[in-house]
Nanobody, 118 residues
Framework: QVQLVESGGGLVQPGGSLRLSCAASGSMFSIYAWGWYRQAPGKQRELVAGIASGGSTHYTDSVKGRFTISRDNAKNTVYLQMNSLKPEDTAVYYC????????????WGQGTQVTVSS
């Protein structure tokens, strides 16, 4: 069972930046496509960014040009660089495999809270 540990969230002012990290256990990290998801209060969890094993990426429209997903296979870690943050980016952020390519693991991490507020 893969364990996922997200970190890097916090309180930031509008226009600010944060870098999220997700450490995954196991030996298969490099062959998986990974994604960052978020869930705002009262809303369904949504996929905001994905990165394939070969490095190709995709983003939901609302974060294009502001968020960048990357991966370090040597560290079993996937990152989400978030710039020009907006209040509507406030949510708990999670990582898991990219649901557009493969079924996510049943077990999710605890997530990391991102709050964008002045």
């Amino acid at each position: 069972q893969v364990q996922l540990v997200e970190s890097g969230g916090g309180l930031v002012q509008p226009g600010g930046s944060l870098r999220l990290s997700c450490a995954a256990s196991g030996s298969m990290f490099s062959i998986y496509a990974w994604g960052w998801y978020r869930q705002a209060p009262g809303k369904q969890r949504e996929l905001v960014a994905g990165i394939a094993s070969g490095g190709s990426t995709h983003y939901t429209d609302s974060v294009k040009g502001r968020f960048t997903i990357s991966r370090d296979n040597a560290k079993n870690t996937v990152y989400l660089q978030m710039n020009s943050l907006k209040p509507e980016d406030t949510a708990v952020y999670y990582c898991n495999t990219d649901e557009t390519i493969m079924i996510p693991f049943d077990s999710w991490g605890q997530g990391t809270q991102v709050t964008v507020s002045s």
